[in-house]
Protein backbone atom coordinates (compact mmCIF):
# COMPACT_ATOMS: atom_id res chain seq x y z
CA UNK A 1 0.00 0.00 0.00
CA UNK A 2 1.26 3.60 -0.99
CA UNK A 3 2.56 5.86 2.23
CA UNK A 4 2.28 9.55 1.85
CA UNK A 5 5.75 11.39 2.67
CA UNK A 6 5.00 14.65 3.80
CA UNK A 7 7.39 17.99 4.34
CA UNK A 8 8.41 17.01 7.97
CA UNK A 9 8.93 19.96 10.81
CA UNK A 10 12.74 19.15 11.80
CA UNK A 11 12.89 21.91 14.23
CA UNK A 12 10.47 23.95 16.51
CA UNK A 13 10.63 27.22 14.85
CA UNK A 14 10.33 25.24 10.99
CA UNK A 15 7.13 26.21 8.87
CA UNK A 16 8.77 25.73 5.59
CA UNK A 17 11.54 23.58 3.75
CA UNK A 18 13.75 23.26 1.08
CA UNK A 19 15.05 20.19 -0.60
CA UNK A 20 18.38 20.82 -0.76
CA UNK A 21 19.21 17.38 -2.97
CA UNK A 22 17.44 14.21 -3.50
CA UNK A 23 19.68 10.77 -2.81
CA UNK A 24 17.15 8.97 -3.80
CA UNK A 25 15.02 9.18 -7.57
CA UNK A 26 11.62 7.59 -8.66
CA UNK A 27 11.86 3.69 -9.23
CA UNK A 28 14.32 3.44 -6.39
CA UNK A 29 13.99 0.87 -3.80
CA UNK A 30 13.44 2.41 -0.09
CA UNK A 31 14.36 0.56 2.97
CA UNK A 32 13.64 1.71 6.39
CA UNK A 33 16.11 4.43 7.25
CA UNK A 34 17.48 5.37 3.92
CA UNK A 35 18.33 9.24 3.34
CA UNK A 36 16.05 9.74 0.80
CA UNK A 37 16.46 13.70 0.89
CA UNK A 38 18.90 16.53 2.05
CA UNK A 39 15.98 19.33 3.56
CA UNK A 40 17.33 22.80 4.52
CA UNK A 41 15.62 23.95 7.50
CA UNK A 42 15.56 27.87 8.78
CA UNK A 43 18.27 26.23 11.16
CA UNK A 44 20.56 23.80 8.84
CA UNK A 45 20.20 21.09 6.29
CA UNK A 46 19.20 18.04 8.03
CA UNK A 47 19.32 14.75 6.31
CA UNK A 48 15.40 13.17 5.94
CA UNK A 49 15.12 9.40 6.32
CA UNK A 50 12.68 7.32 5.21
CA UNK A 51 10.33 5.29 8.04
CA UNK A 52 9.16 3.10 5.10
CA UNK A 53 9.95 0.54 2.98
CA UNK A 54 9.02 0.01 -0.71
CA UNK A 55 10.07 1.88 -4.66
CA UNK A 56 10.28 5.89 -4.53
CA UNK A 57 6.49 6.20 -6.85
CA UNK A 58 6.49 10.29 -6.77
CA UNK A 59 8.47 13.05 -6.19
CA UNK A 60 6.00 16.41 -4.74
CA UNK A 61 8.84 18.81 -4.21
CA UNK A 62 11.93 18.70 -6.76
CA UNK A 63 15.43 20.02 -5.57
CA UNK A 64 15.53 23.79 -5.07
CA UNK A 65 12.02 23.88 -4.31
CA UNK A 66 10.11 25.41 -1.05
CA UNK A 67 7.07 23.85 0.63
CA UNK A 68 5.35 24.54 3.32
CA UNK A 69 5.49 22.13 6.59
CA UNK A 70 2.93 18.73 5.64
CA UNK A 71 2.98 19.63 1.94
CA UNK A 72 3.41 16.45 -0.31
CA UNK A 73 7.07 15.50 0.42
CA UNK A 74 6.98 11.78 -2.07
CA UNK A 75 4.44 8.73 -2.51
CA UNK A 76 6.43 5.41 -1.75
CA UNK A 77 4.34 2.09 -2.55
CA UNK A 78 4.76 -1.30 -4.52
CA UNK A 79 7.05 -0.79 -7.76
CA UNK A 80 4.19 -0.09 -10.14
CA UNK A 81 1.12 0.48 -7.72
CA UNK A 82 -1.58 2.75 -9.10
CA UNK A 83 -1.21 5.93 -7.08
CA UNK A 84 -3.75 8.38 -9.03
CA UNK A 85 -6.07 8.82 -6.52
CA UNK A 86 -3.58 9.61 -4.16
CA UNK A 87 -1.50 12.37 -6.23
CA UNK A 88 -5.36 13.96 -7.03
CA UNK A 89 -6.02 14.09 -3.01
CA UNK A 90 -2.05 15.21 -2.21
CA UNK A 91 -2.62 17.95 -4.52
CA UNK A 92 -5.90 19.43 -4.11
CA UNK A 93 -7.04 21.08 -1.66
CA UNK A 94 -8.45 19.42 1.35
CA UNK A 95 -11.67 20.86 0.84
CA UNK A 96 -11.77 19.33 -2.61
CA UNK A 97 -10.75 15.86 -1.92
CA UNK A 98 -13.07 13.77 -3.83
CA UNK A 99 -15.23 11.43 -1.69
CA UNK A 100 -13.96 8.42 -3.71
CA UNK A 101 -10.58 8.78 -1.97
CA UNK A 102 -11.50 7.51 1.49
CA UNK A 103 -12.65 4.33 -0.25
CA UNK A 104 -9.46 3.55 -2.29
CA UNK A 105 -6.81 4.85 0.37
CA UNK A 106 -5.70 2.31 2.70
CA UNK A 107 -5.86 1.82 6.03
CA UNK A 108 -2.74 3.29 7.20
CA UNK A 109 -3.11 6.62 5.42
CA UNK A 110 -6.21 7.41 6.68
CA UNK A 111 -4.13 8.05 10.36
CA UNK A 112 -1.43 10.44 8.58
CA UNK A 113 -1.57 14.47 9.40
CA UNK A 114 -2.50 15.05 5.16
CA UNK A 115 -5.90 13.18 5.80
CA UNK A 116 -7.44 13.38 9.09
CA UNK A 117 -7.28 17.31 8.47
CA UNK A 118 -8.41 16.92 5.33
CA UNK A 119 -11.67 14.80 6.86
CA UNK A 120 -12.36 17.90 9.67
CA UNK A 121 -11.42 20.93 7.09
CA UNK A 122 -14.43 22.04 5.83
CA UNK A 123 -15.67 21.77 9.45
CA UNK A 124 -13.60 24.24 11.34
CA UNK A 125 -15.19 27.32 12.60
CA UNK A 126 -13.35 30.72 11.09
CA UNK A 127 -10.33 31.15 13.12
CA UNK A 128 -9.61 27.74 14.93
CA UNK A 129 -6.29 26.12 14.39
CA UNK A 130 -5.55 22.42 14.41
CA UNK A 131 -2.05 21.68 16.66
CA UNK A 132 -0.14 18.25 15.89
CA UNK A 133 2.12 17.16 17.69
CA UNK A 134 5.49 18.01 15.82
CA UNK A 135 8.53 16.22 14.21
CA UNK A 136 11.11 18.06 16.21
CA UNK A 137 13.91 16.10 15.05
CA UNK A 138 14.36 13.72 11.84
CA UNK A 139 14.10 10.21 13.56
CA UNK A 140 11.21 11.18 15.71
CA UNK A 141 7.79 8.80 15.70
CA UNK A 142 6.45 10.05 18.40
CA UNK A 143 6.37 12.37 21.57
CA UNK A 144 5.43 12.83 25.01
CA UNK A 145 4.50 16.05 26.82
CA UNK A 146 6.83 16.87 29.65
CA UNK A 147 4.77 19.77 30.52
CA UNK A 148 2.02 22.10 29.52
CA UNK A 149 3.03 25.64 29.78
CA UNK A 150 -0.65 26.63 29.20
CA UNK A 151 -4.12 25.23 30.15
CA UNK A 152 -7.35 25.50 28.65
CA UNK A 153 -8.52 28.80 28.56
CA UNK A 154 -5.78 30.11 28.91
CA UNK A 155 -4.70 32.92 25.63
CA UNK A 156 -2.38 32.22 23.45
CA UNK A 157 0.11 34.84 21.53
CA UNK A 158 2.55 34.10 18.53
CA UNK A 159 5.34 33.13 20.05
CA UNK A 160 4.08 31.54 23.56
CA UNK A 161 5.66 28.27 24.29
CA UNK A 162 2.70 26.14 24.87
CA UNK A 163 4.59 22.70 26.00
CA UNK A 164 7.89 20.82 26.73
CA UNK A 165 7.88 17.75 24.50
CA UNK A 166 9.99 15.07 24.77
CA UNK A 167 11.46 13.09 21.40
CA UNK A 168 13.98 10.59 21.52
CA UNK A 169 17.16 13.05 21.45
CA UNK A 170 15.75 15.59 23.95
CA UNK A 171 13.21 17.60 25.68
CA UNK A 172 12.35 20.66 23.79
CA UNK A 173 9.88 24.00 23.88
CA UNK A 174 7.28 23.95 21.43
CA UNK A 175 5.90 27.34 20.52
CA UNK A 176 2.61 28.64 18.86
CA UNK A 177 2.74 29.83 15.47
CA UNK A 178 -0.48 31.23 16.27
CA UNK A 179 -2.50 33.63 18.68
CA UNK A 180 -6.31 32.83 19.77
CA UNK A 181 -7.39 30.63 22.92
CA UNK A 182 -6.41 27.05 24.12
CA UNK A 183 -9.28 25.75 23.52
CA UNK A 184 -8.54 21.99 23.93
CA UNK A 185 -5.79 19.99 25.01
CA UNK A 186 -5.37 16.50 22.93
CA UNK A 187 -2.52 14.83 25.03
CA UNK A 188 -2.43 14.98 28.38
CA UNK A 189 0.98 15.31 30.58
CA UNK A 190 2.65 12.33 30.57
CA UNK A 191 1.02 10.50 27.12
CA UNK A 192 2.59 9.41 24.24
CA UNK A 193 1.32 9.79 21.28
CA UNK A 194 2.49 9.58 17.19
CA UNK A 195 3.71 12.83 15.41
CA UNK A 196 0.75 14.62 13.70
CA UNK A 197 -1.87 12.86 16.48
CA UNK A 198 -3.96 16.26 17.54
CA UNK A 199 -1.83 18.01 20.25
CA UNK A 200 -4.39 21.23 20.80
CA UNK A 201 -6.69 23.55 19.15
CA UNK A 202 -6.38 27.57 19.41
CA UNK A 203 -9.06 29.73 18.73
CA UNK A 204 -11.26 32.05 19.58
CA UNK A 205 -12.79 31.72 23.06
CA UNK A 206 -15.93 30.45 23.41
CA UNK A 207 -16.11 28.02 20.06
CA UNK A 208 -17.61 25.54 19.89
CA UNK A 209 -14.74 22.77 19.02
CA UNK A 210 -16.68 19.24 20.29
CA UNK A 211 -16.97 18.20 16.43
CA UNK A 212 -13.33 18.73 15.90
CA UNK A 213 -12.32 17.13 18.87
CA UNK A 214 -14.60 14.00 18.18
CA UNK A 215 -13.55 13.89 14.41
CA UNK A 216 -10.06 13.52 15.74
CA UNK A 217 -10.73 10.83 18.10
CA UNK A 218 -12.66 8.95 15.94
CA UNK A 219 -9.74 8.72 13.48
CA UNK A 220 -7.49 7.31 16.27
CA UNK A 221 -4.97 10.19 16.39
CA UNK A 222 -6.18 11.46 19.67
CA UNK A 223 -4.10 10.52 22.58
CA UNK A 224 -7.01 11.41 25.25
CA UNK A 225 -10.39 12.67 25.36
CA UNK A 226 -11.61 16.60 26.17
CA UNK A 227 -10.09 17.39 29.72
CA UNK A 228 -13.47 19.74 30.43
CA UNK A 229 -14.57 17.15 33.12
CA UNK A 230 -11.48 17.16 34.69
CA UNK A 231 -10.71 20.94 34.59
CA UNK A 232 -14.10 21.20 36.66
CA UNK A 233 -13.14 18.04 39.19
CA UNK A 234 -9.63 19.69 39.86
CA UNK A 235 -8.00 18.97 43.14
CA UNK A 236 -8.46 21.54 45.91
CA UNK A 237 -4.87 21.44 46.48
CA UNK A 238 -4.11 21.80 42.89
CA UNK A 239 -6.09 25.30 43.09
CA UNK A 240 -4.71 26.41 46.26
CA UNK A 241 -1.07 25.83 44.79
CA UNK A 242 -1.96 28.02 41.72
CA UNK A 243 -3.82 31.21 43.81
CA UNK A 244 -0.53 31.39 45.66
CA UNK A 245 1.86 31.48 43.00
CA UNK A 246 4.13 34.58 41.94
CA UNK A 247 2.08 37.22 40.18
CA UNK A 248 4.46 37.31 37.35
CA UNK A 249 4.15 34.15 36.45
CA UNK A 250 1.57 33.19 33.39
CA UNK A 251 -1.98 32.91 34.36
CA UNK A 252 -1.67 32.21 38.59
CA UNK A 253 0.75 28.93 37.15
CA UNK A 254 4.38 28.61 38.07
CA UNK A 255 6.33 28.60 34.96
CA UNK A 256 9.63 26.65 35.54
CA UNK A 257 11.32 24.02 33.04
CA UNK A 258 11.56 20.36 34.33
CA UNK A 259 15.36 20.45 34.81
CA UNK A 260 14.38 23.61 37.33
CA UNK A 261 12.05 21.72 39.60
CA UNK A 262 13.75 18.61 39.88
CA UNK A 263 16.90 20.59 40.94
CA UNK A 264 14.76 23.07 42.79
CA UNK A 265 13.07 19.89 44.33
CA UNK A 266 16.29 18.08 45.30
CA UNK A 267 17.32 21.10 46.89
CA UNK A 268 14.29 22.00 48.55
CA UNK A 269 13.47 25.17 47.28
CA UNK A 270 10.06 26.32 46.35
CA UNK A 271 9.17 27.92 43.31
CA UNK A 272 6.89 30.00 44.80
CA UNK A 273 10.36 32.41 46.06
CA UNK A 274 12.16 32.19 42.62
CA UNK A 275 11.66 34.85 40.41
CA UNK A 276 12.01 33.39 37.03
CA UNK A 277 14.75 35.22 34.21
CA UNK A 278 13.38 33.14 31.43
CA UNK A 279 10.34 34.34 28.86
CA UNK A 280 7.19 35.44 30.88
CA UNK A 281 8.98 35.32 34.11
CA UNK A 282 9.89 31.03 33.32
CA UNK A 283 12.21 29.70 35.73
CA UNK A 284 15.61 28.02 34.70
CA UNK A 285 18.08 25.95 35.75
CA UNK A 286 20.51 28.98 36.75
CA UNK A 287 17.94 30.93 38.51
CA UNK A 288 17.92 27.91 41.00
CA UNK A 289 21.27 27.51 40.83
CA UNK A 290 21.85 30.90 41.99
CA UNK A 291 18.61 31.41 44.25
CA UNK A 292 19.97 32.36 47.88
CA UNK A 293 16.75 32.35 50.25
CA UNK A 294 16.73 36.31 51.90
CA UNK A 295 15.09 37.12 55.52
CA UNK A 296 11.44 38.35 54.23
CA UNK A 297 11.58 35.08 52.43
CA UNK A 298 12.41 32.25 54.78
CA UNK A 299 9.36 32.63 57.34
CA UNK A 300 7.22 32.22 54.60
CA UNK A 301 9.06 29.54 53.33
CA UNK A 302 8.48 27.92 56.49
CA UNK A 303 4.52 28.45 56.71
CA UNK A 304 4.61 27.50 53.32
CA UNK A 305 6.43 24.53 53.63
CA UNK A 306 4.78 23.54 56.38
CA UNK A 307 0.88 23.36 55.11
CA UNK A 308 2.51 21.44 52.04
CA UNK A 309 3.31 18.67 54.70
CA UNK A 310 0.13 18.70 56.48
CA UNK A 311 -1.61 18.35 52.64
CA UNK A 312 1.07 16.11 51.32
CA UNK A 313 3.33 14.15 53.86
CA UNK A 314 6.56 12.94 52.33
CA UNK A 315 6.14 9.73 50.72
CA UNK A 316 7.95 6.77 53.41
CA UNK A 317 10.81 4.90 52.11
CA UNK A 318 9.89 1.81 50.87
CA UNK A 319 10.83 -1.08 53.69
CA UNK A 320 11.06 -4.44 51.58
CA UNK A 321 11.39 -7.77 54.31
CA UNK A 322 14.23 -10.20 53.96
CA UNK A 323 12.86 -12.53 51.69
CA UNK A 324 10.08 -10.92 49.77
CA UNK A 325 9.53 -10.51 46.23
CA UNK A 326 9.92 -6.79 45.27
CA UNK A 327 9.69 -5.19 41.73
CA UNK A 328 9.27 -1.81 40.12
CA UNK A 329 8.25 -0.83 36.91
CA UNK A 330 9.83 2.25 35.77
CA UNK A 331 8.02 3.44 32.21
CA UNK A 332 10.08 3.71 29.01
CA UNK A 333 11.14 7.23 28.09
CA UNK A 334 11.17 8.12 24.17
CA UNK A 335 14.69 8.19 24.24
CA UNK A 336 14.89 4.52 25.81
CA UNK A 337 12.35 3.43 23.25
CA UNK A 338 14.67 4.66 20.01
CA UNK A 339 18.30 3.74 22.27
CA UNK A 340 17.16 -0.20 22.10
CA UNK A 341 15.33 0.44 18.71
CA UNK A 342 18.58 1.93 16.86
CA UNK A 343 20.91 -0.65 18.74
CA UNK A 344 19.00 -3.52 18.30
CA UNK A 345 18.88 -2.36 14.24
CA UNK A 346 22.71 -2.10 14.40
CA UNK A 347 23.85 -4.95 16.33
CA UNK A 348 21.63 -7.41 13.97
CA UNK A 349 22.09 -5.70 10.41
CA UNK A 350 25.75 -4.81 10.84
CA UNK A 351 28.56 -7.78 11.15
CA UNK A 352 30.00 -6.56 13.87
CA UNK A 353 34.01 -7.63 15.14
CA UNK A 354 36.08 -5.59 17.24
CA UNK A 355 39.98 -4.94 17.21
CA UNK A 356 41.83 -3.88 20.06
CA UNK A 357 45.53 -2.38 20.61
CA UNK A 358 47.02 -1.02 23.54
CA UNK A 359 48.85 2.46 23.57
CA UNK A 360 51.44 4.12 25.93
CA UNK A 361 50.24 7.28 27.52
CA UNK A 362 53.64 8.72 29.26
CA UNK A 363 54.34 11.13 26.27
CA UNK A 364 50.51 12.50 26.22
CA UNK A 365 50.37 12.56 29.76
CA UNK A 366 53.35 14.88 29.98
CA UNK A 367 52.10 16.85 27.16
CA UNK A 368 48.50 17.30 28.49
CA UNK A 369 49.92 19.17 31.93
CA UNK A 370 52.17 21.41 29.58
CA UNK A 371 48.77 22.46 27.68
CA UNK A 372 47.40 22.82 31.11
CA UNK A 373 49.84 25.46 32.04
CA UNK A 374 48.21 27.71 29.61
CA UNK A 375 45.91 29.96 31.05
CA UNK A 376 42.02 29.38 29.98
CA UNK A 377 42.87 26.07 28.26
CA UNK A 378 41.91 22.94 29.92
CA UNK A 379 42.13 19.50 27.86
CA UNK A 380 41.32 16.17 28.62
CA UNK A 381 42.70 13.16 27.72
CA UNK A 382 39.62 12.46 25.37
CA UNK A 383 40.02 15.68 23.61
CA UNK A 384 43.46 14.25 22.57
CA UNK A 385 41.94 11.01 21.63
CA UNK A 386 38.99 12.97 19.71
CA UNK A 387 42.02 14.86 18.00
CA UNK A 388 44.04 11.82 17.00
CA UNK A 389 41.15 10.08 15.79
CA UNK A 390 39.95 13.15 13.24
CA UNK A 391 43.13 12.97 11.80
CA UNK A 392 43.46 9.36 11.72
CA UNK A 393 40.34 9.66 9.94
CA UNK A 394 41.81 12.17 7.32
CA UNK A 395 44.59 9.34 6.66
CA UNK A 396 42.21 6.83 6.34
CA UNK A 397 38.62 7.56 5.08
CA UNK A 398 36.96 3.97 4.85
CA UNK A 399 37.17 3.85 8.11
CA UNK A 400 34.97 7.51 7.58
CA UNK A 401 32.33 5.73 5.65
CA UNK A 402 28.33 3.99 5.58
CA UNK A 403 26.83 1.18 4.12
CA UNK A 404 24.38 1.47 1.61
CA UNK A 405 22.70 -1.21 -0.34
CA UNK A 406 24.23 -0.47 -4.19
CA UNK A 407 27.39 1.86 -2.79
CA UNK A 408 29.67 2.97 0.22
CA UNK A 409 29.72 5.81 0.94
CA UNK A 410 33.19 7.60 1.71
CA UNK A 411 32.88 11.05 3.96
CA UNK A 412 36.07 13.36 3.60
CA UNK A 413 34.63 15.18 6.26
CA UNK A 414 35.15 14.33 9.76
CA UNK A 415 32.28 15.00 12.23
CA UNK A 416 33.12 12.98 15.05
CA UNK A 417 30.25 12.23 17.53
CA UNK A 418 31.11 11.73 21.54
CA UNK A 419 28.98 9.68 23.55
CA UNK A 420 27.47 11.12 26.26
CA UNK A 421 25.83 9.48 28.89
CA UNK A 422 22.66 11.08 30.52
CA UNK A 423 19.60 10.62 32.92
CA UNK A 424 17.26 8.67 30.62
CA UNK A 425 20.09 7.20 28.47
CA UNK A 426 22.84 8.38 26.07
CA UNK A 427 23.26 10.53 23.77
CA UNK A 428 25.68 11.83 21.20
CA UNK A 429 26.68 15.37 20.31
CA UNK A 430 28.32 15.87 17.04
CA UNK A 431 31.63 18.05 17.08
CA UNK A 432 31.34 19.29 13.01
CA UNK A 433 34.61 19.03 11.16
CA UNK A 434 37.04 17.93 14.19
CA UNK A 435 39.96 17.84 11.97
CA UNK A 436 40.29 21.33 11.52
CA UNK A 437 39.56 22.24 15.64
CA UNK A 438 42.56 22.69 17.70
CA UNK A 439 43.28 20.55 21.29
CA UNK A 440 41.63 23.63 22.96
CA UNK A 441 38.51 24.29 20.84
CA UNK A 442 37.66 20.52 21.28
CA UNK A 443 37.97 20.65 25.22
CA UNK A 444 35.58 23.83 24.91
CA UNK A 445 33.30 22.15 22.69
CA UNK A 446 33.15 18.79 24.66
CA UNK A 447 32.52 20.60 27.82
CA UNK A 448 29.77 22.98 25.96
CA UNK A 449 28.02 19.76 24.15
CA UNK A 450 28.09 17.48 27.36
CA UNK A 451 26.76 20.35 29.46
CA UNK A 452 23.88 21.05 27.82
CA UNK A 453 23.03 17.71 26.70
CA UNK A 454 22.84 16.72 30.27
CA UNK A 455 20.58 19.47 30.68
CA UNK A 456 18.24 17.89 27.84
CA UNK A 457 18.92 21.60 25.97
CA UNK A 458 20.70 20.06 22.56
CA UNK A 459 19.43 21.25 19.04
CA UNK A 460 18.67 18.46 17.10
CA UNK A 461 20.84 19.65 14.46
CA UNK A 462 23.71 19.18 17.24
CA UNK A 463 23.39 15.34 17.30
CA UNK A 464 23.23 14.59 13.95
CA UNK A 465 26.04 14.39 10.64
CA UNK A 466 28.37 12.10 12.50
CA UNK A 467 30.82 10.12 10.57
CA UNK A 468 32.21 8.56 13.72
CA UNK A 469 31.81 7.61 17.39
CA UNK A 470 34.33 8.10 20.07
CA UNK A 471 32.86 6.41 23.24
CA UNK A 472 34.62 6.66 26.48
CA UNK A 473 34.17 4.63 30.29
CA UNK A 474 37.74 5.48 31.09
CA UNK A 475 36.53 7.72 34.04
CA UNK A 476 34.33 4.93 35.32
CA UNK A 477 37.31 2.70 35.99
CA UNK A 478 36.92 0.58 33.09
CA UNK A 479 39.97 -1.10 30.91
CA UNK A 480 38.41 -2.48 28.37
CA UNK A 481 34.80 -2.77 26.78
CA UNK A 482 33.67 -2.88 23.47
CA UNK A 483 30.84 -0.74 21.60
CA UNK A 484 27.61 -1.13 19.40
CA UNK A 485 28.27 0.70 16.35
CA UNK A 486 26.15 4.06 16.11
CA UNK A 487 25.09 3.47 12.38
CA UNK A 488 25.19 5.25 9.34
CA UNK A 489 28.95 5.12 11.26
CA UNK A 490 31.16 2.32 9.57
CA UNK A 491 33.11 2.13 13.13
CA UNK A 492 32.72 3.48 16.88
CA UNK A 493 36.34 3.21 19.43
CA UNK A 494 35.78 2.43 22.67
CA UNK A 495 38.16 4.22 25.07
CA UNK A 496 39.67 2.51 28.32
CA UNK A 497 41.07 3.87 31.86
CA UNK A 498 44.62 4.99 31.84
CA UNK A 499 46.72 2.27 33.98
CA UNK A 500 49.88 2.22 35.68
CA UNK A 501 51.63 -1.59 35.09
CA UNK A 502 55.06 -2.84 34.42
CA UNK A 503 55.90 -2.25 31.16
CA UNK A 504 59.02 -3.49 28.60
CA UNK A 505 61.08 -0.23 27.68
CA UNK A 506 64.45 -1.13 26.09
CA UNK A 507 65.12 -4.38 27.36
CA UNK A 508 63.99 -3.30 31.40
CA UNK A 509 60.87 -3.51 33.13
CA UNK A 510 60.07 0.00 34.46
CA UNK A 511 56.93 1.46 35.11
CA UNK A 512 54.71 2.77 32.39
CA UNK A 513 51.17 4.38 31.93
CA UNK A 514 48.89 2.13 29.27
CA UNK A 515 45.37 2.95 27.87
CA UNK A 516 43.05 0.00 25.78
CA UNK A 517 41.76 0.87 22.67
CA UNK A 518 38.73 -0.97 21.13
CA UNK A 519 37.29 -0.16 17.34
CA UNK A 520 34.06 -1.67 17.06
CA UNK A 521 34.08 -1.97 12.84
CA UNK A 522 31.20 -3.13 10.23
CA UNK A 523 32.54 -5.73 8.11
CA UNK A 524 30.47 -4.60 5.10
CA UNK A 525 32.33 -1.55 4.51
CA UNK A 526 35.58 -1.81 6.79
CA UNK A 527 38.47 -4.80 6.20
CA UNK A 528 40.66 -6.53 9.42
CA UNK A 529 43.54 -4.86 7.90
CA UNK A 530 42.04 -1.28 7.32
CA UNK A 531 40.84 -1.55 10.74
CA UNK A 532 44.56 -2.48 12.05
CA UNK A 533 45.79 0.22 9.91
CA UNK A 534 43.85 3.09 11.25
CA UNK A 535 44.60 1.81 14.87
CA UNK A 536 48.32 2.16 14.15
CA UNK A 537 48.01 5.50 13.24
CA UNK A 538 46.55 6.57 15.93
CA UNK A 539 48.52 4.83 18.06
CA UNK A 540 51.27 6.97 16.33
CA UNK A 541 49.28 9.93 17.39
CA UNK A 542 48.27 9.48 21.19
CA UNK A 543 52.22 8.33 21.86
CA UNK A 544 53.72 11.48 20.30
CA UNK A 545 51.21 14.11 20.74
CA UNK A 546 53.77 16.83 18.73
CA UNK A 547 52.73 15.05 15.52
CA UNK A 548 48.87 16.02 16.42
CA UNK A 549 50.40 20.25 16.70
CA UNK A 550 52.23 19.45 13.24
Not at 438 to 457: C, E, F, P, T, Y
Request: aromatic share 4%; glycine share 8%; charged share 20%.
Amino acid sequence: MAIKVTMPRLSDTMTEGTVATWLKKVGDKISEGDILAEIETDKATMEFESFNEGTLLHIGIQAGETAPVDSLLAIIGSEGEDISALLAGGDAPAAEAPKAETKEAPAAEAKTETAAPAKAATELPKGVIVVTMPRLSDTMTEGTVATWLKKEGDAVAEGDILAEIETDKATMEFESFNAGTLLYIGIKEGNTAPVDSLLAIIGPAGTDISGIADNYTAGGTANASAPATEEKTAPAAEKATEATADSSSNGGRILASPLAKKIASDKGIQLTQVKGSGENGRIVKSDIENFTPSAQTQPAAATTSSKTETAAPAAPKVFVPAGEVFTEEIKNSQMRKIIAKRLAESLFTAPHYNLVIEVSMDEAMQARATINTVPETKVSFNDMVIKACALALKKHPKINSQWKEDAIIINHHVNIGVAVAVEDGLVVPVLKFTDAMSLSQIGASVRDLAGRAKNKKLGPQEMEGSTFTVSNLGMFGITEFNSIINQPNSAILSVGAIVEKPVVKNGQIVVGNTMMLSLACDHRTIDGATGAQFLQTLKQFIESPVTMLA
